[in-house]
C-alpha cells in the first residue's frame, strides 16, 4: 500500500503568497484573540483555589454554585468537569483569606446543603491501604457529596511557575535556533523559527478564543511539539539541501517544490502516527489530559502546515541560494568536480 | 553487509533480558503490607525489631509472606487484608504496650506483589505519584528572614555572655533588625571586646561605629549556612510529626532553596495533617518577670516595665516575661511524658550539650524564680507552662511538674517536641486527590497508551507489511526500555508522565517511518533490495538524530524549568528520546539483519507496495522471498 503516489514534484512555492496570506490572516487571528480575550489560566499560575466534589446523581450546578457564592468568596466558577456528576468549583485568591482553610469550609457548606454532617472517617481500601479522609454523610449513612480533589496554589507560586514557563519557552526557542543555524545556515534557522513560533501563536490562539483553560500540562504539550514540528522544517531543509547538490538546474522554486514533495508521504505518516496517539489520549485520556491532548493535536496540525509551507516559504523569501547550503560539500560529494578524488 | 557482528545481537538481547526485568516488577501489582517505623527519634529501628515482629506475628498464628527490614523501617507483606488487619494488630500489641504512647509506628501500607528474586536484584516497581494514588501534597515556604533574626537574637546572646565572662563593661547590646549592636563607654574595652567577638564569633562581621559603639552583622557566607541549617531542622521536625501521622510512606524533600515539599500518599484529611504539619510554632524559654512593677502591670495599674513582655499562660491568665531568650527550641531534643518522685504527671525535657550548659547557669542564679516556655505560632507568643525553679538544673534534663492531668502532661510534651522548628513556615500550595480519582486516572492512562500503541502498530503492520511489524516491535522494545529505566531510576510516575509515555511512542514511531520511507525510495530507485535496506538505514540516521535533537532540547528545558508534574512529564519525555533512539535504528535494525541479512540473493522485501512514476508497472506488494 502506497498512499502517496506524485507524479511530478507540485508547484507548491508558486503558491507560498497564498500558504502565507492564510498563516498570517491565522496568526493575526491568534494573537487578535489573545489580547482581546486572553488566555484562561489554570490556578497554576494565577493561584487560587480548585475543588472537584462527585455527587452521585447528576449535580445540580446551580445549586452548588449558589452555595459557594452565598460564602462570599468572590468570583466563583462552578461547572461540570468530565462527567454530569463531577463538579469543578474554582475560586480566586482573596487576601486576608487563609486559603488553606477555603477547601474545608466549601466542603462543609457543600455538605450542609445536601443535608449532610463532615466527619472525620478512616478506613481501608479493598488492597489494603489506610485512608483517612473528611466524609460527609447524612443520618441515613448515606454520601450526598464526595471530596475527589482540590487544589491550592498560593499567589507567590503561581508567579514563579509563568516566569519559570517563559523561560522553557525561550530556552526552546533559542536552542532551537542555534541548533538550526549550527546544522543549516541562519536563513533555515529564522525560517523553521518563525514557523513554529507561530504555530506556538495559534495554538495560544485557539485556547484564547474558546476560553480553554491554560495549565502546564498544555504548556508541556506546546513545548513538545515545538520540538518535535522542528524537527519537520529540518528535514525539508535536508533535502534542500541534498536537491541543491544533485540538482543542478533546477532554480531554487524548483528546489524547494522538489524537497516538499518527495517528503510529503513520510510528513503526512509520521505526524498522522503521532496524531493516532494523541487521539487515542483525547478518547482513553479523560479530562485531566483532554486539554493537553487539544494542544497537541492543534500543534501537530498546524506543524504539518508550517513547517512544509510557511517555513520553506519564508525560507525562500529570505534568499536562500545554492551558495548557501552547498559550498563546503561539494568537494566531496559532487564528481563532477575536478577537484574531487577517484569514484570507486 | 546486512548483517550484525554476534555481539551486537547479544547487546540486543542482554538490553532485552534486562529491560524486561526491571519492567517485570511493575506488573505484579501491589499486596497488603504492615510497615512499622519508629515513632521516636530517639528510637532506632534495626534487624533486632524484625525478629520481634516475626516472633509476634507467629504467635498470633498470622502467615505473612516475608518479614523485612529496609533501613528505616520493616515491612511485612500478607496475602489478603484480613490476614493484614490481624496482624496489624498483634504487632502493635506486641511492640506498643502502652497504645497511648506508641514507641513505633504500625501502619498499613502497599507492596509490590512481585516476588522475592526480583526484589533482591533491585527490580522495584515505579513509585507512583500522588495523582495516581490518592493522598495529599503540601509545598511550604520557610520563613528565612525569621530564621536569620532568630540567629541575630542568639548572638546577641552569645555576645553578652562572652562579655561577662572576660570582665569587658559595656553599655548596653541589642538587635537591630539582623544586626548586633554593642554601645561601649570607652575606647578601651571597645578594642578589647572587638578582638574577643573576632575571635570567639568569626562568623560575624564586626564592624567599630563613628560612635563608639560595635555593630555586627552575618556574613554573607554565615547567612547561608544558617538558611540551611534552618531549611534541615524544619525537614527533621517535619518528619517527627509526619510520623505521628503514621503515614506509610511519606515524602519530604527540600525543593529550592526556602521550600518543602510534604506528600502523604493515602491521607484524605487534610484538616488533621495540616494541623500537625503546619503547626508553624517555635519554641523559646525565657525568665518570668517577677519584679514589683511588673505586678502593678499585670493588674492594669501600669505599662509594661522596659524590656519585658506580656503574654498569655495556658489557662492562668496574663504573664509578664523578659525579652531575652535564654534558650530557644533549637536546644531541646526531647520532651517526654513521664511521673515525678511523687507519681503525679510531668513532662520531661532533654536539652543538648549547649543548652544544658546555659540551663545550669541559668538555674543556679535563678533558683526560686519562674521561667516560661513559650510556643510562638505566626508570630504569636503563648506560655505553655510556667514552672518554679527548685533546683540548680545540671545534665540536660529537666523535669516540669505541677498541677498537670496525664493528659496534659502528654500534650505539652507533643507541643514542646513539635515546636522545635527553626523558622516558621507556612503552606503555599496545598492538594488532596482521592484515592478513587488516583485508580481511574491509571486506567485513563493505561488505556490511552495501549489503545494509541495499538493504533500505530497496526497501521504500521498493513502499511509496511513486515517491516511495519519490525517497527513494532522496536516500539515495543521502546516502551520495555523506557518502563525498565523508569523503575530503575525509581522515578514516580504521575498521568502527565503516563501521558509523555504515550508521546514518546508516537513520537519514536517517526524514526521508523523514516527508514521505511528511505528503503522504498531506495528500491524506487532501482538498487538492490540488501543495498536498499543498508543505504535507508544509514541515510535515515542522519535525519533522525537532527529530529530527535530538536525535541529533545524542548526537553531538557523543561526538565530545567519545570516544576512539579511538569518534571514529571520532562523526565519521561527525554529518557523516552534516548531510548527510542537505541531502539527504532539499531534494535530494528538488528530484526531486519537477523531476518534478510543472511539471504545472499534477496530479490525483494516485504515493505509495502513500492510504487514508481512515470508510468512504470508498479511493483506489487512483495512477501519475502
Request: include cysteine; aromatic fraction near 8%; glycine fraction near 8%.
Amino acid at each position: 500500500m502506497e498512499l502517496f503516489r506524485i507524479k511530478r514534484d507540485l508547484p507548491l512555492m508558486k503558491h507560498a503568497l497564498v500558504f502565507n496570506a492564510i498563516s498570517f490572516i491565522t496568526f493575526a487571528a491568534a494573537v487578535f484573540f489573545l489580547v482581546t480575550r486572553g488566555l484562561h489560566f489554570s490556578i497554576e499560575f494565577t493561584g487560587g483555589t480548585v475543588i472537584e466534589v462527585a455527587y452521585p446523581q447528576s449535580a445540580d450546578i446551580e445549586k452548588t454554585r449558589h452555595v459557594v457564592e452565598k460564602m462570599g468568596y468572590g468570583e466563583v466558577q462552578v461547572q461540570n468537569f468530565g462527567s454530569s456528576r463531577d463538579v469543578m468549583i474554582r475560586l480566586p485568591v482573596r487576601a486576608g483569606e487563609k486559603q488553606t482553610e477555603v477547601v474545608g469550609k466549601v466542603f462543609g457548606e457543600l455538605c450542609k446543603a445536601d443535608a449532610g454532617t463532615v466527619s472525620e472517617h478512616q478506613e481501608v481500601t479493598a488492597q489494603g491501604e489506610q485512608i483517612s479522609k473528611q466524609v460527609c454523610k447524612k443520618p441515613d449513612g448515606a454520601e450526598p457529596v464526595k471530596l475527589s480533589r482540590s487544589e491550592v496554589v498560593g499567589p507567590a507560586v503561581g508567579a514563579e511557575l509563568a516566569l519559570d514557563a517563559a523561560k522553557a519557552l525561550g530556552v526552546t526557542v533559542l536552542g532551537i535556533m542555534i541548533y538550526l543555524a549550527i546544522r543549516f545556515e541562519w536563513k533555515f534557522a529564522v525560517a523553521g523559527i518563525i514557523a513554529n513560533l507561530h504555530d506556538v501563536v495559534i495554538i495560544l490562539g485557539f485556547f484564547a478564543f474558546f476560553q480553554w483553560e491554560f495549565s502546564l500540562a498544555v504548556l508541556a504539550a506546546i513545548l513538545a511539539v515545538l520540538g518535535y514540528s522542528v524537527n519537520e522544517s529540518v528535514v525539508i531543509f535536508d533535502r534542500v539541501r541534498e536537491a541543491f547538490r544533485k540538482f543542478r538546474k533546477m532554480n531554487t522554486h524548483e528546489v524547494i517544490d522538489h524537497a516538499i514533495t518527495s517528503t510529503m508521504s513520510r510528513t503526512i505518516i509520521t505526524h498522522g502516527s503521532t496524531q493516532l496517539m494523541v487521539v487515542s489520549m483525547l478518547l482513553f485520556g479523560g479530562p485531566t489530559l483532554h486539554y493537553f491532548a487539544v494542544a497537541l493535536t492543534i500543534g501537530i496540525l498546524f506543524g504539518i502546515y508550517s513547517s512544509v509551507f510557511v517555513a520553506a516559504a519564508i525560507a525562500m523569501w529570505l534568499g536562500v541560494k545554492r551558495e548557501d547550503l552547498v559550498k563546503t560539500a561539494i568537494s566531496r560529494d559532487d564528481p563532477n568536480d575536478p577537484n574531487s578524488g577517484a569514484v570507486v | 553487509m546486512n548483517r550484525y557482528p554476534l555481539w551486537k545481537y547479544a547487546l540486543l538481547l542482554v538490553a532485552l533480558l534486562i529491560g524486561a526485568l526491571y519492567t517485570l516488577p511493575n506488573l505484579f501489582g501491589e499486596a497488603p503490607a504492615v510497615q512499622v517505623s519508629s515513632a521516636k527519634v530517639t528510637v532506632k529501628v534495626d534487624g533486632a525489631l524484625q525478629a520481634r515482629i516475626e516472633a509476634a506475628l507467629q504467635q498470633a498464628g498470622v502467615q505473612a509472606d516475608y518479614v523485612q527490614f529496609d533501613g528505616s523501617s520493616v515491612k511485612a507483606r500478607f496475602g489478603d487484608t484480613d490476614t493484614q488487619l490481624k496482624a496489624k494488630d498483634a504487632i502493635g500489641k506486641a511492640l506498643n504496650p502502652e497504645p497511648a504512647d506508641p514507641t513505633y509506628i504500625v501502619a498499613l501500607n502497599l507492596l509490590s506483589r512481585s516476588p522475592q528474586w526480583l526484589t533482591a536484584l533491585h527490580a522495584n516497581p515505579m513509585y507512583l505519584g500522588l495523582d495516581l494514588r490518592g493522598g495529599v501534597h503540601f509545598l511550604m515556604q520557610v520563613d528565612m528572614k525569621a530564621a536569620l533574626t532568630k540567629k541575630a537574637d542568639a548572638l546577641v546572646g552569645d555576645a553578652r555572655t562572652m562579655l561577662r565572662d572576660k570582665n569587658i563593661r559595656h553599655a548596653g547590646i541589642s538587635r537591630d533588625g539582623n544586626t548586633v549592636v554593642i554601645a561601649f563607654r570607652d575606647a578601651e574595652q571597645r578594642t578589647a571586646a572587638l578582638d574577643l567577638l573576632k575571635n570567639q564569633l568569626p562568623e560575624v562581621t564586626w564592624t567599630p561605629q563613628a560612635d563608639g559603639g560595635v555593630t555586627g552583622a552575618l556574613s554573607p557566607k554565615a547567612q547561608v549556612v544558617v538558611q540551611e541549617a534552618a531549611l534541615k531542622q524544619n525537614i527533621t521536625t517535619l518528619h517527627n510529626r509526619v510520623n505521628e501521622l503514621g503515614v506509610a510512606e511519606p515524602v519530604i524533600q527540600q525543593q529550592g532553596l526556602d521550600r518543602v515539599v510534604v506528600q502523604l500518599p493515602g491521607v484524605q484529611d487534610t484538616a488533621k495533617a495540616k494541623d500537625i504539619i503546619g503547626r508553624t510554632a517555635t519554641l523559646e524559654l525565657r525568665m518570668v518577670d517577677d519584679s514589683a512593677e511588673s505586678l502593678e502591670a499585670l493588674k492594669g495599674n501600669g505599662p509594661v516595665p522596659f524590656g519585658t513582655e506580656r503574654f498569655i499562660d495556658r489557662g492562668n491568665g496574663p504573664i509578664i516575661v523578659k525579652r531575652q531568650v535564654a534558650l530557644t527550641g533549637d536546644a531541646l531534643i526531647d520532651a517526654q511524658p513521664g511521673f515525678d518522685e511523687n507519681h503525679s504527671p510531668s513532662v520531661d525535657l532533654t536539652l543538648d550539650a549547649k543548652g544544658a550548659r546555659i540551663m545550669k547557669d541559668l538555674s543556679r542564679e535563678n533558683i526560686g524564680k519562674r521561667m516560661a516556655i513559650l510556643l510562638f505560632e505566626k508570630g504569636k507568643g503563648e506560655v505553655v507552662t510556667a514552672p518554679v525553679i527548685r533546683s540548680e538544673l545540671s545534665g540536660g534534663r529537666i523535669k516540669i511538674s505541677g498541677a498537670m492531668t496525664t493528659q496534659e502532661a502528654s500534650d505539652t510534651a507533643l507541643l514542646l517536641r513539635a515546636g522545635s522548628l527553626a523558622a516558621p513556615m507556612e503552606i503555599i500550595e496545598e492538594r488532596t486527590i482521592g484515592p478513587s480519582l488516583g485508580k481511574e486516572n491509571i486506567e485513563k492512562g493505561i488505556a490511552s497508551v495501549t489503545w494509541g500503541f495499538a493504533a500505530v502498530a497496526a497501521f504500521m503492520c498493513v502499511y509496511y507489511l513486515l517491516f511495519g511489524v519490525f517497527s513494532s516491535l522496536a516500539l515495543g522494545f521502546n516502551l520495555l526500555l523506557l518502563i525498565a529505566s523508569l523503575s530503575l531510576m525509581q522515578a514516580t510516575l504521575t498521568l502527565p508522565g503516563i501521558a509523555a509515555i504515550a508521546l514518546v511512542l508516537g513520537m519514536a514511531i517517526d524514526s521508523n517511518v523514516l527508514i521505511n520511507e528511505r528503503v522504498r525510495e531506495e528500491l524506487r530507485g532501482g538498487v538492490s533490495p540488501q543495498q536498499a535496506i543498508n543505504l535507508g538505514y544509514e541515510r535515515a540516521f542522519a535525519t533522525i538524530l537532527d529530529s530527535n535533537v530538536t525535541t529533545l532540547i524542548a526537553g531538557v528545558a523543561l526538565l530545567v524549568f519545570g516544576s512539579g508534574p511538569i518534571k514529571g512529564f520532562a523526565v519521561v519525555h527525554c529518557l523516552g528520546i534516548l531510548t527510542s533512539m537505541f531502539s527504532s535504528v539499531v534494535f530494528s535494525r538488528g530484526l531486519v539483519n537477523l531476518w534478510y541479512g543472511r539471504q545472499k540473493k534477496l530479490k525483494s522485501l516485504s515493505i509495502g507496495q513500492v510504487w514508481k512514476p512515470e508510468g512504470e508497472e508498479a511493483s506489487t506488494a512483495v512477501t519475502e522471498a
